[in-house]
């Protein structure tokens, strides 16, 4: 763990608690909530895991949007991030982001950066968004444009980053491990904490959304998953000798890296706490993931439905019994379950064996993702 400061053991006390509780399965409701608040995008990743194009006819209203809030406030939910596609095309998002902050909950966005100007986060700030995630996969412009199916892409995402520092927001930089983001991975990382990045998210790839939909969905899957151990053994090698800790992770599901290290002014100790502590699957246990509709999935990554915040509270949905039964035991990647069986309640296959025992087990011949063509 992180060599942390007495007084920031104590004063997060409350959290390590929280989560020592949640990652037990005793909490009686979730404290995060991930709401993809529409599927309209600007962008056509490859890997996106919504297969976010075009906004969905039944996208929750802007009342109907609050009410959720405020449940989620009722319930005892404290950070709350928007998701898309690409959150900044629906109308209503600072009215959204300024509900859930009056209610106190700490709330931030995830975006591709493309609509972000400097007005833009001084809005952000003004309604209280707390931080800012944007995601990229490479310097190179052509890597990273490719990746996303958009050329000038990557200048967005830059340019979003840079202004969330220059206003004082805190920026999160969210990285999907491919083939193509691997080798960038080094070189982010400096650049984010020489930009004054303050964490690094980095994702698995996922056989799901877009990405999805071959033969070889299991095999670039467990593939995938190796690419992920590589990447944060790249980041620890960058990453150790500077005092910053890159989590452990035996699931293979996200992790959060703080890049101010303990002595630093931009240190924050609750987010390096939560990244260190809350590893694994959060399913059933930590996370709440709502779609643009209201339904509720079981895992962000897979479309798998457990409920309606249309017709059913958070609580009621809580106590799904998939949710019970993710919190009564260690079952692995959930979304990896889906993957690789096709069912949501049964012990994710690939969990705790090697990749050339799972490899062996597929017929031979997987096939690289193709690249969507640059729209120009």
């Given at each position: 763990?992180?060599?942390?400061?007495?007084?920031?053991?104590?004063?997060n006390?409350?959290?390590?608690?929280?989560?020592?509780?949640?990652?037990?399965?005793?909490?009686?409701?979730?404290?995060?909530?991930?709401?993809?608040?529409?599927?309209?995008?600007?962008?056509?990743?490859y890997?996106?895991?919504?297969?976010?194009?075009?906004?969905?006819?039944?996208?929750?209203?802007?009342?109907?949007?609050?009410?959720?809030?405020?449940?989620?406030?009722?319930?005892?939910?404290?950070?709350?991030?928007?998701?898309?596609?690409?959150p900044?095309?629906?109308?209503d998002?600072?009215?959204?982001?300024?509900?859930?902050?009056?209610?106190?909950i700490?709330?931030?966005?995830?975006?591709?950066?493309?609509?972000?100007?400097?007005?833009?986060?001084?809005?952000?700030?003004?309604?209280?968004?707390?931080?800012?995630?944007?995601?990229?996969?490479?310097?190179?412009?052509?890597?990273?444009?490719?990746?996303?199916?958009?050329?000038?892409?990557?200048?967005?995402?830059?340019?979003?980053?840079?202004?969330?520092?220059?206003?004082?927001?805190?920026?999160?930089?969210?990285?999907?491990?491919?083939?193509?983001?691997?080798?960038?991975?080094?070189?982010?990382?400096?650049?984010a904490?020489?930009?004054?990045?303050?964490?690094?998210?980095?994702?698995?790839?996922?056989?799901?959304?877009?990405?999805?939909?071959?033969?070889?969905?299991?095999?670039?899957?467990?593939?995938?998953?190796?690419?992920?151990?590589?990447?944060?053994?790249?980041?620890?090698?960058?990453?150790?000798?500077?005092g910053i800790?890159?989590?452990?992770?035996?699931?293979?599901?996200?992790?959060?890296?703080?890049?101010?290290?303990?002595?630093?002014?931009?240190?924050?100790?609750?987010?390096?706490?939560?990244?260190?502590?809350?590893?694994?699957?959060?399913?059933?246990?930590?996370?709440?993931?709502?779609?643009?509709?209201?339904?509720?999935?079981?895992?962000p990554?897979?479309?798998?439905?457990?409920?309606?915040?249309?017709?059913?509270?958070?609580?009621?949905?809580?106590?799904?019994?998939?949710?019970?039964?993710?919190?009564?035991?260690?079952?692995?990647?959930?979304?990896?379950?889906?993957?690789?069986?096709?069912?949501?309640?049964?012990?994710?296959?690939?969990?705790?064996?090697?990749?050339?025992?799972?490899?062996?087990?597929l017929?031979?011949?997987?096939?690289?993702?193709?690249?969507?063509?640059?729209?120009?």
């Amino acid at each position: 763990m992180t060599d942390v400061a007495q007084p920031d053991l104590v004063r997060n006390s409350w959290m390590l608690n929280l989560i020592d509780e949640a990652k037990a399965g005793r909490l009686p409701t979730p404290t995060f909530a991930s709401w993809l608040i529409t599927r309209a995008c600007n962008l056509k990743c490859y890997y996106c895991f919504a297969s976010a194009r075009k906004k969905d006819p039944d996208e929750l209203t802007t009342g109907e949007a609050m009410r959720v809030i405020e449940d989620l406030a009722d319930t005892g939910v404290f950070y709350l991030s928007y998701i898309g596609g690409e959150p900044l095309l629906r109308k209503d998002i600072y009215q959204l982001i300024d509900y859930s902050t009056d209610l106190g909950i700490y709330t931030g966005i995830h975006t591709n950066g493309m609509l972000v100007r400097e007005d833009t986060v001084a809005k952000l700030k003004d309604v209280g968004c707390q931080i800012l995630g944007v995601s990229i996969d490479s310097h190179d412009p052509i890597v990273h444009d490719r990746v996303r199916g958009v050329s000038g892409s990557l200048v967005g995402a830059k340019r979003a980053v840079l202004e969330s520092v220059k206003a004082g927001i805190r920026c999160s930089i969210r990285i999907v491990v491919t083939e193509d983001s691997l080798p960038a991975l080094p070189d982010l990382f400096n650049w984010a904490r020489d930009t004054g990045v303050e964490e690094l998210i980095i994702i698995p790839i996922f056989m799901v959304g877009r990405a999805a939909g071959t033969p070889d969905d299991r095999r670039a899957d467990i593939l995938g998953k190796e690419l992920f151990w590589k990447g944060l053994d790249v980041l620890r090698e960058v990453a150790n000798p500077l005092g910053i800790t890159v989590p452990e992770e035996k699931v293979a599901c996200c992790v959060g890296i703080e890049l101010n290290t303990p002595d630093k002014e931009n240190h924050h100790a609750g987010h390096a706490f939560g990244f260190e502590r809350s590893t694994g699957c959060r399913v059933g246990k930590f996370i709440m993931n709502i779609q643009p509709n209201g339904d509720i999935f079981s895992c962000p990554f897979v479309q798998h439905k457990i409920g309606s915040l249309r017709t059913q509270s958070v609580r009621e949905i809580w106590a799904h019994p998939l949710l019970r039964a993710a919190r009564e035991g260690d079952m692995g990647c959930h979304a990896r379950s889906i993957i690789h069986t096709g069912r949501p309640d049964v012990v994710d296959p690939t969990y705790n064996r090697s990749t050339e025992d799972l490899l062996a087990e597929l017929p031979a011949g997987a096939k690289p993702l193709s690249l969507t063509p640059i729209q120009n």
